[in-house]
Protein backbone atom coordinates (compact mmCIF):
# COMPACT_ATOMS: atom_id res chain seq x y z
CA UNK A 1 0.00 0.00 0.00
CA UNK A 2 1.64 3.21 -0.79
CA UNK A 3 0.36 6.70 0.97
CA UNK A 4 0.26 9.74 -0.29
CA UNK A 5 3.34 12.04 1.12
CA UNK A 6 0.98 14.56 1.97
CA UNK A 7 -1.41 13.14 5.08
CA UNK A 8 -3.86 15.84 6.38
CA UNK A 9 -5.47 15.83 9.34
CA UNK A 10 -8.68 17.98 10.40
CA UNK A 11 -11.53 18.04 12.87
CA UNK A 12 -14.34 18.52 10.77
CA UNK A 13 -16.02 17.75 7.42
CA UNK A 14 -16.29 21.37 6.80
CA UNK A 15 -12.13 21.14 6.55
CA UNK A 16 -12.69 18.09 4.35
CA UNK A 17 -15.32 19.82 2.12
CA UNK A 18 -12.61 22.80 2.21
CA UNK A 19 -9.31 21.30 1.54
CA UNK A 20 -9.28 17.59 -0.10
CA UNK A 21 -10.57 19.36 -3.07
CA UNK A 22 -7.65 21.10 -4.28
CA UNK A 23 -5.96 18.16 -4.48
CA UNK A 24 -5.46 16.36 -0.75
CA UNK A 25 -5.39 12.56 -1.15
CA UNK A 26 -5.20 11.24 2.15
CA UNK A 27 -7.03 12.75 5.47
CA UNK A 28 -7.84 12.00 8.84
CA UNK A 29 -10.91 13.05 10.67
CA UNK A 30 -9.90 13.54 13.98
CA UNK A 31 -12.88 15.05 16.07
CA UNK A 32 -12.90 15.42 19.75
CA UNK A 33 -16.31 15.51 22.05
CA UNK A 34 -18.80 15.08 20.17
CA UNK A 35 -21.89 12.89 20.48
CA UNK A 36 -22.49 10.13 18.41
CA UNK A 37 -25.22 11.02 16.23
CA UNK A 38 -22.66 14.46 15.38
CA UNK A 39 -19.75 12.41 14.86
CA UNK A 40 -21.90 10.17 12.41
CA UNK A 41 -22.74 13.10 10.61
CA UNK A 42 -19.58 14.42 10.36
CA UNK A 43 -17.87 11.25 9.36
CA UNK A 44 -20.78 10.66 6.08
CA UNK A 45 -20.01 14.24 4.65
CA UNK A 46 -16.37 14.04 5.16
CA UNK A 47 -16.69 9.90 3.22
CA UNK A 48 -18.72 11.83 0.54
CA UNK A 49 -16.23 14.37 0.05
CA UNK A 50 -13.35 11.79 -0.03
CA UNK A 51 -15.19 9.79 -2.61
CA UNK A 52 -15.94 12.69 -4.53
CA UNK A 53 -12.06 13.96 -4.67
CA UNK A 54 -10.49 10.38 -4.98
CA UNK A 55 -8.92 10.75 -1.56
CA UNK A 56 -8.27 8.40 1.19
CA UNK A 57 -10.69 9.07 4.43
CA UNK A 58 -9.27 7.80 7.59
CA UNK A 59 -11.52 8.09 10.92
CA UNK A 60 -9.62 8.62 13.79
CA UNK A 61 -10.48 6.42 17.09
CA UNK A 62 -14.08 5.45 16.38
CA UNK A 63 -13.42 2.17 14.52
CA UNK A 64 -17.44 1.30 15.33
CA UNK A 65 -18.95 4.41 13.67
CA UNK A 66 -16.36 3.68 10.83
CA UNK A 67 -17.78 -0.02 10.30
CA UNK A 68 -21.06 1.18 10.44
CA UNK A 69 -20.91 3.91 8.12
CA UNK A 70 -18.53 1.81 5.69
CA UNK A 71 -15.26 3.36 5.90
CA UNK A 72 -12.36 1.48 5.13
CA UNK A 73 -9.34 3.08 7.23
CA UNK A 74 -9.21 3.82 10.73
CA UNK A 75 -6.61 5.09 13.23
CA UNK A 76 -6.12 4.09 16.55
CA UNK A 77 -3.23 5.29 19.77
CA UNK A 78 -2.30 2.85 21.95
CA UNK A 79 -4.92 3.29 24.46
CA UNK A 80 -7.33 2.60 21.52
CA UNK A 81 -5.87 -0.14 20.66
CA UNK A 82 -6.40 -2.17 24.15
CA UNK A 83 -9.67 -1.24 23.96
CA UNK A 84 -10.90 -2.39 20.15
CA UNK A 85 -12.07 -5.21 18.97
CA UNK A 86 -8.90 -6.10 16.54
CA UNK A 87 -11.00 -9.04 14.78
CA UNK A 88 -13.93 -6.86 14.39
CA UNK A 89 -12.12 -4.52 12.49
CA UNK A 90 -10.31 -7.27 10.63
CA UNK A 91 -13.77 -9.08 9.70
CA UNK A 92 -15.26 -6.01 8.74
CA UNK A 93 -11.97 -5.39 6.22
CA UNK A 94 -11.02 -1.99 7.83
CA UNK A 95 -7.41 -0.48 7.28
CA UNK A 96 -5.20 0.00 10.37
CA UNK A 97 -3.15 2.29 11.73
CA UNK A 98 -1.41 2.82 14.58
CA UNK A 99 0.41 5.18 16.99
CA UNK A 100 3.76 4.68 18.29
CA UNK A 101 6.24 7.00 20.41
CA UNK A 102 8.63 4.60 21.67
CA UNK A 103 10.07 0.87 21.24
CA UNK A 104 7.67 -0.87 23.34
CA UNK A 105 4.84 0.92 21.64
CA UNK A 106 6.15 0.01 18.62
CA UNK A 107 6.39 -3.80 19.77
CA UNK A 108 2.52 -3.69 20.51
CA UNK A 109 1.87 -2.09 17.37
CA UNK A 110 3.37 -4.04 14.91
CA UNK A 111 1.92 -7.52 16.94
CA UNK A 112 -1.13 -6.19 16.08
CA UNK A 113 -0.49 -6.38 12.03
CA UNK A 114 -1.44 -2.79 10.98
CA UNK A 115 -0.90 -1.11 7.52
CA UNK A 116 0.80 1.74 8.50
CA UNK A 117 2.55 2.77 11.74
CA UNK A 118 2.53 6.33 12.50
CA UNK A 119 5.90 8.16 15.06
CA UNK A 120 5.80 11.47 16.74
CA UNK A 121 6.05 14.11 17.79
CA UNK A 122 9.41 14.12 15.63
CA UNK A 123 8.95 18.42 16.59
CA UNK A 124 7.38 20.14 19.75
CA UNK A 125 3.74 19.95 18.66
CA UNK A 126 0.35 22.35 20.79
CA UNK A 127 -2.70 20.03 19.72
CA UNK A 128 -2.12 18.18 22.90
CA UNK A 129 0.25 17.85 25.35
CA UNK A 130 2.64 14.66 25.59
CA UNK A 131 4.79 12.75 27.39
CA UNK A 132 7.37 12.47 25.23
CA UNK A 133 10.16 15.09 24.19
CA UNK A 134 10.15 15.99 20.66
CA UNK A 135 11.87 13.08 18.83
CA UNK A 136 13.89 14.38 16.22
CA UNK A 137 14.67 13.36 12.45
CA UNK A 138 16.78 10.68 13.20
CA UNK A 139 14.70 8.92 15.12
CA UNK A 140 12.48 8.76 12.14
CA UNK A 141 15.48 6.94 10.21
CA UNK A 142 15.68 4.69 13.13
CA UNK A 143 12.04 4.03 12.90
CA UNK A 144 12.41 3.41 9.22
CA UNK A 145 14.68 1.07 9.49
CA UNK A 146 12.55 -1.12 12.84
CA UNK A 147 9.48 -1.14 10.53
CA UNK A 148 10.88 -2.67 7.68
CA UNK A 149 8.72 -2.45 4.44
CA UNK A 150 5.71 -1.12 6.11
CA UNK A 151 4.14 2.51 5.36
CA UNK A 152 5.53 4.77 7.98
CA UNK A 153 4.02 8.07 8.72
CA UNK A 154 5.67 11.26 10.64
CA UNK A 155 3.22 13.31 12.83
CA UNK A 156 4.00 16.52 15.45
CA UNK A 157 5.34 20.25 14.30
CA UNK A 158 5.76 19.40 11.00
CA UNK A 159 5.63 22.23 8.60
CA UNK A 160 5.67 22.73 4.52
CA UNK A 161 9.26 23.18 5.31
CA UNK A 162 9.71 20.72 7.46
CA UNK A 163 8.13 17.79 5.38
CA UNK A 164 10.86 17.33 3.26
CA UNK A 165 13.47 16.63 6.07
CA UNK A 166 10.68 13.72 7.50
CA UNK A 167 10.48 12.00 3.83
CA UNK A 168 14.27 12.39 3.35
CA UNK A 169 14.35 10.12 6.45
CA UNK A 170 12.41 7.57 5.13
CA UNK A 171 8.67 8.75 6.52
CA UNK A 172 6.58 7.61 3.31
CA UNK A 173 4.29 10.48 4.42
CA UNK A 174 4.28 13.59 6.93
CA UNK A 175 1.26 14.12 8.54
CA UNK A 176 0.38 17.51 9.90
CA UNK A 177 -2.80 19.53 11.77
CA UNK A 178 -2.35 23.37 13.03
CA UNK A 179 0.39 24.47 9.65
CA UNK A 180 -2.77 24.61 7.62
CA UNK A 181 -5.35 24.68 9.93
CA UNK A 182 -3.95 27.62 11.98
CA UNK A 183 -2.54 29.20 8.84
CA UNK A 184 -4.10 32.53 8.26
CA UNK A 185 -4.46 31.38 3.98
CA UNK A 186 -4.81 27.20 4.70
CA UNK A 187 -5.95 27.15 1.00
CA UNK A 188 -2.58 28.41 -0.21
CA UNK A 189 -0.57 26.13 2.82
CA UNK A 190 -2.36 22.95 1.51
CA UNK A 191 -1.10 24.06 -2.48
CA UNK A 192 2.05 24.71 -0.67
CA UNK A 193 2.26 20.84 0.74
CA UNK A 194 1.15 19.60 -2.50
CA UNK A 195 4.04 21.56 -3.83
CA UNK A 196 6.67 20.39 -1.02
CA UNK A 197 5.44 16.64 -1.05
CA UNK A 198 5.46 16.30 -5.12
CA UNK A 199 8.65 14.89 -5.94
CA UNK A 200 7.67 11.99 -3.32
CA UNK A 201 4.13 11.16 -5.12
CA UNK A 202 5.65 10.42 -7.99
CA UNK A 203 8.31 7.59 -6.48
CA UNK A 204 6.95 4.29 -6.59
CA UNK A 205 10.00 2.41 -4.87
CA UNK A 206 12.29 3.62 -2.29
CA UNK A 207 15.49 1.90 -1.26
CA UNK A 208 15.48 0.24 1.76
CA UNK A 209 17.55 1.76 4.54
CA UNK A 210 20.24 -0.15 6.59
CA UNK A 211 19.52 -2.14 9.97
CA UNK A 212 18.00 -0.69 13.27
CA UNK A 213 20.49 0.51 15.34
C1 LIG B 1 -1.29 9.85 11.83
C2 LIG B 1 -1.57 9.96 13.28
N1 LIG B 1 -0.58 9.70 14.15
C3 LIG B 1 -0.81 9.79 15.46
C4 LIG B 1 -2.07 10.14 15.94
C5 LIG B 1 -2.34 10.20 17.41
O1 LIG B 1 -3.26 9.17 17.79
P1 LIG B 1 -3.57 8.97 19.35
O2 LIG B 1 -2.29 8.66 20.03
O3 LIG B 1 -4.69 8.01 19.51
O4 LIG B 1 -4.07 10.39 19.81
P2 LIG B 1 -5.36 11.18 19.29
O5 LIG B 1 -5.06 11.72 17.93
O6 LIG B 1 -6.53 10.25 19.25
O7 LIG B 1 -5.51 12.28 20.29
C6 LIG B 1 -3.05 10.41 15.00
N2 LIG B 1 -4.31 10.76 15.36
N3 LIG B 1 -2.79 10.30 13.68
C1 LIG C 1 -2.49 14.20 17.05
C2 LIG C 1 -1.02 14.08 17.21
N1 LIG C 1 -0.42 12.89 17.55
C3 LIG C 1 0.91 13.02 17.67
C4 LIG C 1 1.81 11.92 18.04
O1 LIG C 1 3.02 12.13 18.14
O2 LIG C 1 1.28 10.83 18.22
S1 LIG C 1 1.47 14.58 17.35
C5 LIG C 1 -0.12 15.10 17.05
C6 LIG C 1 -0.47 16.50 16.68
C7 LIG C 1 0.03 16.90 15.30
O3 LIG C 1 -0.35 18.22 15.06
P1 LIG C 1 0.66 19.30 14.47
O4 LIG C 1 0.93 18.92 13.06
O5 LIG C 1 -0.11 20.59 14.55
O6 LIG C 1 1.87 19.32 15.35
MG1 LIG D 1 -6.73 8.16 19.49
Redesign the pocket.
Known amino acids: MKLDPFYLIVDSANWVERLVPLGVKLVQL ?1 IKDQPEPVLREEIRRAKAACAAADCRLIVNDYWKLAIDEGCDFIHLGQEDLAAADLAAIGRAGLKLGL ?1 T ?1 DIAELETALAARPDYV ?1 F ?2 VWP ?4 E ?1 RWTPQGVERVANWRRRVGPMPLVA ?4 TAERAPLVLENGADTAA ?4 ITRNPDPEARTRQWLAATAPWRSVTERPHLGSPQ
Open positions: RSHAGPTVVKMIGGIVVTD
